[in-house]
Nanobody
């Protein structure tokens, strides 16, 4: 079993930056590939892939929509994955979820463990 808890969300203004954290626990957590997804308002059935990383950080994957503004990183010794978001835009408003999966992939269905999410709201 893997447990994930996100933190770092909040209400910010356009142009601000945020760093989201995902604390992972579980005996086998280091064997999983970690990803960040988001769910925008009014799209409750859609989990948009944002970024993914392996625990040692040698492989990273980004959605085209966030390249250049989002940076994913991992601190394996702390079992924590981060998502740095710069130059926030109102369209970044969403619930951001951390997920663990067994494949280096983008599809939500490839991730078996999810955190409860953290809300990010960007005002214009």
């Amino acid at each position: 079993q893997v447990q994930l808890v996100e933190s770092g969300g909040g209400l910010v203004q356009a142009g601000d930056s945020l760093r989201l954290s995902c604390a992972a626990s579980g005996r086998t957590v280091s064997s999983y590939y970690m990803g960040w997804f988001r769910q925008a308002p009014g799209k409750e059935r859609e989990f948009e892939f944002v970024a993914g990383i392996t625990w040692r950080g040698e492989d990273r994957l980004y959605a085209d929509a966030v390249k250049g503004r989002f940076t994913i990183s991992s601190a394996a010794a702390k079992n924590t994955v981060y998502l740095q978001i710069n130059s926030l835009k109102p369209e970044d408003t969403a619930v951001y979820y951390c997920a663990a999966g067994s494949l280096f992939a983008r599809a939500p269905t490839d991730f078996g463990y999810w955190g409860p999410g953290t809300q990010v709201t960007v005002s214009s």
